[in-house]
């Protein structure tokens, strides 16, 4: 791999989580700690403050295990992919931003969250999420059961206008029945993960 180090022999290295994709941290790597990392598998810097090498978790024990290694296109920064051992930031938290490192599903972590406050908040006058819930797991579950029928319909036809707008009724829905039953998007993926192995 080619790389350019800048006039002080360094290269930014960007440490992003393989499975979360959440970026972690910042180092500088110089020849050296590259070299370190590639023979060791975990992750290595190049510490300006302290003049030398520093393998993150050397004292912690909270190590980030090398998964990869991309430059970008100028060849002069790297994205690190790394599965974190415990948290990142030496303030003991999951990055170096303050932010735990969790699975984000963009969007649909932001759904969830807005069904989330409507249940919360109760206001069946005025939320179809919240009036939902107050029917009853039992109609949630239901409405679930109609909407993928409405997308199976629609699959078989042509129209799809129609197929992607039931779809996308029966996860919202499917987000709802999630919430109703204590789970979300995490607790799924979790389980999904469980029958790669």
Same mark, same amino acid.
């Given at each position: 791999?080619?790389?350019?180090?800048?006039?002080k022999?360094?290269?930014?290295?960007?440490?992003?989580?393989?499975?979360?994709?959440?970026?972690?941290?910042?180092?500088?790597?110089?020849?050296?700690?590259?070299?370190?990392?590639?023979?060791?598998?975990k992750?290595?810097?190049?510490?300006?403050?302290?003049?030398?090498?520093?393998?993150?978790?050397?004292?912690?024990?909270?190590?980030?295990?090398?998964?990869?290694?991309?430059?970008?296109?100028?060849?002069?920064?790297?994205?690190?992919?790394?599965?974190?051992?415990?948290?990142?930031?030496?303030?003991?938290?999951?990055?170096?931003?303050g932010?735990?490192?969790?699975?984000?599903?963009?969007?649909?972590?932001?759904?969830? *969250?807005?069904?989330?406050e409507?249940?919360?908040?109760? /206001?069946?006058?005025?939320? &179809?999420?919240?009036? %939902?819930? $107050? =029917? @009853?797991?039992?109609?949630?579950?239901?409405?679930?059961?109609?909407?993928?029928?409405?997308?199976?319909?629609?699959?078989?036809?042509? *129209?799809?206008?129609?197929?992607?707008?039931?779809?996308? /009724?029966?996860?919202?829905? &499917?987000?709802?029945? %999630?919430? $109703? =039953? @204590?789970?979300?998007?995490?607790?799924?993926?979790?389980?999904?993960?469980?029958?790669?192995?």
């Amino acid at each position: 791999m080619e790389i350019k180090f800048d006039e002080k022999g360094l290269v930014p290295a960007i440490i992003q989580d393989a499975e979360t994709k959440n970026v972690l941290m910042l180092g500088y790597m110089n020849q050296e700690a590259f070299d370190k990392t590639i023979s060791t598998n975990k992750v290595t810097f190049y510490s300006r403050s302290k003049n030398r090498l520093w393998t993150k978790g050397e004292e912690s024990g909270n190590f980030l295990e090398l998964v990869s290694i991309k430059n970008d296109c100028d060849k002069d920064t790297l994205l690190i992919q790394t599965k974190p051992v415990g948290p990142t930031c030496h303030k003991g938290t999951g990055n170096c931003w303050g932010e735990e490192n969790t699975e984000n599903f963009g969007f649909l972590s932001t759904l969830e *969250n807005v069904i989330a406050e409507r249940v919360k908040n109760k /206001d069946v006058q005025k939320s &179809y999420v919240a009036s %939902l819930f $107050a =029917k @009853g797991i039992n109609k949630v579950a239901q409405k679930v059961g109609e909407e993928a029928v409405e997308t199976v319909i629609e699959a078989m036809d042509n *129209n799809d206008e129609l197929f992607l707008y039931e779809a996308g /009724d029966l996860l919202f829905h &499917y987000l709802m029945l %999630l919430q $109703a =039953k @204590g789970f979300t998007l995490t607790d799924i993926t979790a389980e999904l993960k469980k029958r790669q192995k």
